[in-house]
């Protein structure tokens, strides 16, 4: 089969194998001694970069990266970085680059072309409508998927900026015995078995799995970095959720609702109310609850798709979960709030299905990895 000749097609196509399975195996060495891009939860000293980040950072969510479920890319300078996770082909960034603003341009080109090495679809998730002409270059479809809901507090009062129905309930809420706490530090520990055992009736009840990636899931080393909002009933804590805080005193979010099912109906808009006048007395700028799904009489190409499998990625963002999509945006309605558009940035056209599906299967994963340690990553 060494031989040369122009009747030796069997020597020739001896080589031939030969030659493609030595490209193959070059190829393949190729792609196993280059470097890997996906880094493990970040380690003691990253963490510490991220919060001096975070330290100066008007975005409420970006505090989602504490839970240590999402991969890190930082700039260059280290002063600014976004969160990302792999599902399938999908690297899926949540929400804005955090950090300098100079450099966000910069870094998403860099994670761009990290996708485009790996043969990933970049897909970029909750994003503001005044960040979208970051991507303009980027040859990407921009789908509207609902809208962030805030509560300005300087001008709040229950009397006026609240429903009727909204206010008749909180004033039931009030007179039934429940109480109103912020818990932080060392009291927020010795809560923590309370807060774990609601936590677990409320999986337990509404037959969920924890989330992840858009929101948070019960882990002791995450909640320790925040405040935490619980009611009491007959001094037992019956519910509680995070509290999650931008710089400035910008803005208040909610991650990591839970409830006991022997708490009193409605007992989470008493809990919300509650920390809306808390935090307009401490001076903060308004208050997050969270995405709501579009609205019936919205129409967009992605309603159809929406339909079949958004309602698990609405969930993921909700304060309560126990509503359809319709129901939940109805319940907001109740608040009179200011609507903030979100989008989706990504390949669109036909892999917005699997798009879709691989950022449900992100918030919903199968399992959680709990740290009970702060040295813990």
């Known amino acids: 089969w060494t031989q040369v000749g122009f009747d030796d097609d069997y020597s020739r ?146 009397s006026k900026s609240l429903a009727a129905e909204l206010q008749q309930v909180y004033k039931q809420l009030k007179t039934s015995g429940l109480e109103f706490e912020i818990v932080v530090g060392d009291v927020l520990d010795q809560l923590m078995p309370e807060l774990e055992e609601v936590s677990n009736n409320w999986l337990k009840t509404t037959d969920t799995n924890e989330r992840g990636f858009s929101s948070g899931f019960f882990d002791p080393y995450y909640i320790r970095n925040f405040e935490c909002a619980v009611i009491r009933l007959n001094h037992r804590v019956i519910a509680f959720a995070v509290i999650l805080e931008s710089s400035g005193q910008q803005e208040v979010s909610v991650d990591l609702v839970r409830f006991h099912q022997q708490a009193p109906g409605n007992s989470m ?45 609405y969930r993921s963002t909700q304060t309560v979960n126990t ?4 129901a939940h945006r109805q319940w907001m309605e109740l608040y009179h709030p200011v609507w903030v558009p979100k989008y989706l940035v990504s390949p669109g056209g036909t892999k917005t299905n699997r798009i879709l599906r691989d950022l449900t299967r992100l918030s919903f994963p199968k399992s959680t990895q709990i740290r009970s340690d702060a040295n813990e990553t």
């Open 13 to 158: 196509f001896l080589r031939s194998i030969l030659f493609v399975g030595l490209i193959g195996t070059i190829i393949t060495a190729i792609n196993l001694l280059r470097p890997d891009p996906l880094p493990q939860r970040p380690e003691t000293d990253v963490l510490d970069k991220i919060r001096s980040i975070l330290a100066n950072s008007r975005d409420v969510k970006s505090n989602l990266v504490l839970l240590g479920d999402k991969r890190i890319l930082f700039s260059p300078s280290e002063n600014s970085f976004l969160m990302y996770q792999i599902y399938g082909k999908s690297w899926a960034v949540l929400g804005n680059p955090i950090g300098n603003q100079y450099e966000f341009s910069d870094l998403l080109w860099s994670f761009r072309a990290l996708c485009d090495r790996y043969g990933g679809w970049p897909v970029f998730y909750l994003v503001d409508e005044n960040q979208l002409s970051l991507y303009k270059d980027f040859n990407l479809s921009f789908e509207y998927l609902g809208d962030d809901v805030l509560i300005p507090l300087e001008n709040f009062s229950v």
């Open 323 to 326: 509503m359809d999509n319709h």
């Open 269 to 313: 808009d008493f809990l919300m109310i509650e920390l809306i006048l808390f935090k307009k007395q401490q001076g903060y700028q308004k208050v997050n609850l969270g995405l709501a799904p579009p609205s019936k009489d919205q129409d967009h190409p992605l309603t159809p798709l929406l339909n079949r499998v958004g309602e698990s990625m």
